[in-house]
């Protein structure tokens, strides 16, 4: 995988999460800022989906199995859409506090990914 | 549809404290409608989101290790497919709302903080039994253990919103 791009989605991330749990501890719903943001990490995220395909396509090989592998490439897709998507409906602190929590999901399934691909191991990174 | 107890304002109750927010306090006022979508509103929602990762992440996880190496470790694998289910099970009954499907979620929560704290238990006392890991190992540990917080917030919302009341505990 592309490391640099998984640790910026990480860090991403992780500042969103704190960003919409500020908003939540401030008992405020999701703004337009907020959803400005959420939109950049959506985006790095189909940039990891389009890398990973690539990576793929191209010979690479993820240590734990293809398959797993993609599934986690569509999650990490999927998470802030889907988060961003129930705060429209929720328009109080727990719209908020569940972009945080979708947030903070997808920096675990950053770390995940990593070892999925094999970063731990010969061949990482 | 079970009757309706009159909506009543204990002010002795001292959970009434960590009511939670609602817009305006509005969805509260009218009886069986507003209640129907009361346990997947506001708090509700941030619990359907848990449940919702929860059941993508426990059903994709056991779908691929029954189909690849179901013979590994069929016990843990199979008690990852029920954690799926029951999870998926809550997060319908959340969505859905109402007091049948409170009732039911209400269930769930309890056998599965059952299912987590007998797995994670069996897990530790005689680990021959899992040579891999479910999402209950280790009471959850692998994913921050948020497995055995899930159960326990969620009994405590469905019991403080049985009433359409938060706070009404007893």
């Known amino acids: 995988m592309f490391t640099p791009l998984t640790v910026a989605l990480a860090v ?38 389009v890398v ?14 293809t398959a797993i592998f993609v599934a986690y490439l569509a999650a990490v897709a999927a998470c802030i859409p889907v988060v961003g998507l129930i705060s429209l409906t929720e328009r109080t602190r727990w719209g908020s506090l569940t972009v945080a929590a979708g947030a903070l999901v997808l920096a675990v399934l950053q770390a995940r990914l990593h070892e999925i691909w094999g970063g731990g191991g010969p061949g990482g990174a | 549809m079970a009757p309706e ?24 006022e009218r009886g069986e409608p507003a209640r129907r979508a009361g346990i997947g509103k506001g ?5 359907v989101t848990l449940y919702g990762i929860f059941t993508v992440g426990a059903a994709s996880r056991s779908i691929v290790q029954l189909t690849t190496r179901f013979d590994e470790a069929p016990l843990a694998y199979v008690l990852s497919a029920v954690a799926a289910l029951v999870y998926a099970f ?47 190992s280790d009471y959850g540990m692998g994913y921050l253990f948020i497995p055995v917080v899930l159960p326990v917030t969620g009994l405590i919302w469905l019991r403080r919103s049985r009433t359409g009341e938060p706070g009404r505990t007893s």
């Open chain 2, 5 to 28: 107890p009159q909506r009543s304002q204990d002010p002795q109750e001292p959970q009434n404290s960590q009511e939670p927010q609602r817009p305006g306090g509005g969805p509260q």
């Open chain 1, 12 to 49: 991403a991330a992780i500042a969103l999460a704190a960003w919409c749990g500020w908003a939540a501890y401030r008992d405020q719903p999701t703004k337009d800022w907020h959803f400005i943001g959420m939109a950049v990490v959506a985006l790095l995220g189909l940039a990891q989906l």
């Open chain 1, 52 to 65: 990973g395909i690539v990576r793929l396509a191209t010979g690479g090989e993820a240590a734990e199995g």
């Open chain 2, 43 to 47: 708090p509700g929602t941030l619990l």
């Open chain 2, 90 to 136: 809550i997060t319908l009954s959340l969505v859905r709302g109402g007091e049948r499907a409170r009732r039911a979620a209400f269930g769930c929560c309890c056998v599965e903080l059952l299912g987590v704290l007998a797995v994670g238990t069996w897990t530790l006392v005689e680990p021959s039994a899992f040579p891999d890991a479910t999402v209950w």
